[in-house]
């Protein structure tokens, strides 16, 4: 199979107009060659793979079925909506995915109509659709809402919430559970098939109704009895007794990659009266490509591919990467405390917390798309003596913000938190960027936030994690591999709030905050060319501020720079108002900060993205050098 493999059904489809002018007997050829632009696709760009390829039938037949984008299609995430893109009017384009100024890797409002929510993090799907559905239903006009949720996306609380409102919506209102994972369905066939198109079909649904209206004029004790064993019947055949506990109508389970057994079920269930319904498709991860069946974990997320081999591309050897350090350290850690243990949500191998669990798997907790309950959870570890470190990303520990003010910090407990994927991430872009974390934690009493600058002061910051009982402490890192240090042998525990020095000077100051340290040394070589001796400083500690280190460097620098990888109200806000609340602020000092900028940076290369957020060396230079000139009038002389 080439880059362009040869798909002369799907040449004829730009959008879903065109997919709905198809035969039904074609759809199965058009599957096919939608199968393979994906894998080719994705061969050149890397990206989600396994979770397109098990939904390549279920979004044909969507398509098919439904009049998108007049009906709104909510994928949950959006990492499996590549087919979707390629129906939608963006094929020309799909080998862009996740590159600068290409397709997003996930659904998003400004690119297609037929994105009508966005989305990457998880659960969100049936409440956004239930809001497209009783939108239309309060304002009279025609639509249907479509939420496409995985099994593991279920995990999560505010799927159940949002199931909770869906009457609201009636009809209009369709969810479609993509079981792929979870094993919650009994073996789909014939008979499944059958029952799932008899309970859905106009005739059942009408049948049932009648039935419903004959009770109803009964006794109001018979009609009950009757409800509760029609309910009953149906859900201990099909499974779907939850699903009608919260109010909707069940139908399935049916195999998503039979065409023949989607599409008249999805007829069935457009044309209903009855609803809201669950649709419960069944799909395999990676369906159609051989190593993506084969190997569902390694193949959700891919780089650069060979399409006939299956063979990814490798990362030439190097540093160790970040979570693998955290979760490492960790382990050894928990050698000799047995208080020690791991919390994470449904991101074991992406935190580290995979090697934690294999040398401590009773002590290791994988709580699902739960961050929220990740959280309390840890706090009642806390609260009982143990040492619970928290392993979320940034962009998640967000989900759960009430439970780390509520739970947490109101009640200065010492729950770990290890942050990773803090800063920017390269092609997940703006949805999985860690952005906002020393923000939204350095502003709460009790807590103490730090930032690593590089591996080996990431394995000293757990041991602090590990042994600081005052209250809750964070420590957040990149996304990706170390600089190269050498990782040390004993981790220290660092002095809570005290900095370090890793270069001297005394006319320009640079006071970083976690991993823009390289670049802060690279400004100062530069700097120091120029005649303008620069001091380097690792913060180490967002809260509390080193205010020693930060007076005498203030006092003794004519310009100082913050800069950090995090948005505005991080470090940078911190120093300001203690500067000022010192009263250390004069004419004579420029006190410069570099943050994240006031925006959300779509998907490029890493090296991109901090141009574009104006945090590398030469960026730092120029802040400097700008400074200086304004303090001189426009001449930048060196200090003798």
């Known amino acids: 199979m080439s880059d362009s493999p040869s798909t002369p059904l799907l040449d004829t489809v730009a959008t879903p107009v065109d997919l709905r002018r198809l035969k039904p007997e074609q759809l199965r050829q058009l599957a096919d060659e939608l199968r393979a632009e994906v894998i080719a696709a994705v061969g050149v760009t890397g990206g989600h793979l396994g979770s397109g390829l098990g939904v390549v039938e279920l979004t044909t037949a969507i398509h098919y079925v439904f009049d998108t984008p007049r009906d709104r299609l909510v994928w949950d995430v959006g990492h499996q909506c590549y087919p979707h893109k390629i129906l939608t009017g963006r094929r020309d384009r799909i080998r862009t995915l996740r590159m600068g100024g290409g397709l997003s890797g996930f659904t998003k409002r400004s690119e297609s109509e037929y994105d009508p929510f966005g989305a990457a993090h998880s659960s969100t799907s049936i409440s956004a659709a239930l809001g497209f559905a009783v939108a239309n239903k309060l304002a009279g006009t025609p639509g249907k809402a479509i939420a496409v949720i995985g ?48 309970v859905s079909s106009s005739e059942y649904l009408g049948l049932r109704s009648f039935a419903k209206k004959i009770t109803r004029r ?55 009266e009855q609803g809201p319904i669950l649709v419960h498709v069944v799909t395999k991860k990676g369906k159609g490509y051989a190593p993506a069946e084969a190997s569902a974990d390694k193949y959700h997320g891919v780089q650069k591919f060979d399409v006939i081999t299956g063979a990814q591309a ?21 050698e000799t405390d047995d208080r020690i243990c791991a919390i994470t949500a449904a991101m074991p191998s992406g935190t580290g917390v995979d090697k934690f669990a294999k040398a401590h ?43 780390v003010v509520h739970d947490v910090a109101i009640q200065n407990l010492p729950v770990r938190f290890a942050i990773d994927r ?86 320009v100051a640079i006071l970083s905050l976690g991993t823009r340290l390289g670049e802060a040394l690279k400004a100062a070589d530069a700097l120091d060319a120029r005649g303008l001796s620069t001091t380097v400083a690792d913060l180490r500690f967002a809260k509390p501020l080193d205010e020693a280190l930060i007076r005498r460097l203030l006092a003794t620098h004519e310009v100082c720079v913050t800069i950090e990888e995090g948005a505005i109200g991080g470090l940078g806000a911190h120093v300001l108002t203690y500067a000022s609340d010192e009263g250390l602020i004069d004419a004579g000092l420029k006190l410069r900060t570099m943050r994240l900028p006031d925006t959300f940076q779509d998907q490029d290369k890493p090296e991109l993205q901090y141009d574009e957020a104006g945090l590398n060396a030469q960026h730092i230079v120029d802040t ?15 200090r003798a």
């Open 361 to 403: 798997p009773d002590r290791a907790f994988d709580v699902g798309i739960a961050e929220q309950h990740a959280v309390t959870f840890a706090a009642g570890l806390a609260a009982q003596g143990m040492r619970p470190f928290c392993a979320i990303y940034s962009t998640f520990l967000q989900r759960a913000y009430d439970q």
């Open 624 to 638: 400097v050098l700008k400074a200086l000139r304004h303090n001189s009038g426009g001449v930048v002389e060196a």
């Open 218 to 272: 009964l006794s109001r004790r018979v009609h009950n009895a009757a409800e509760k064993a029609e309910e009953f019947t149906r859900g201990w055949v099909t499974g779907g007794t939850l699903f009608e506990e919260l109010g909707f109508y069940y139908v399935g389970p049916i195999d998503g990659h039979n065409l023949d057994h989607l599409i008249p079920v999805l007829e069935n269930v457009r044309d209903s």
């Open 422 to 507: 803090a800063g920017l991430v390269g092609a997940d872009g703006a949805t999985h960027a860690g952005s906002f974390d020393v923000t939204y934690l350095a502003t709460l009493p009790n807590f103490v936030v730090m930032a690593a600058a590089d591996e080996a002061e990431l394995v000293h910051m757990v041991k602090t994690c590990a042994e600081h009982d005052a209250g809750p402490i964070a420590v957040r890192y990149p996304r990706g591999n170390g600089v190269g240090v050498p990782l040390p042998e004993v981790p220290q525990v660092l002095e809570i709030g005290k900095g370090r020095v890793v270069r001297e000077g005394h006319k």
């Open 314 to 334: 490798k990362a030439p050897p190097g540093p160790p990467a970040y979570q693998n350090v955290f979760g490492e350290t960790l382990a050894k850690l928990a």
């Open 151 to 198: 099994d593991g996306a279920m995990s999560a609380g505010m799927a159940y919430e949002a199931m909770n409102n869906a009457e609201a919506a009636g009809n209009r209102l369709i969810v479609i559970l993509n079981d792929n994972d979870m094993s919650i369905a009994p073996p789909v066939g014939g008979l499944s098939a059958y029952l799932a198109r008899m």
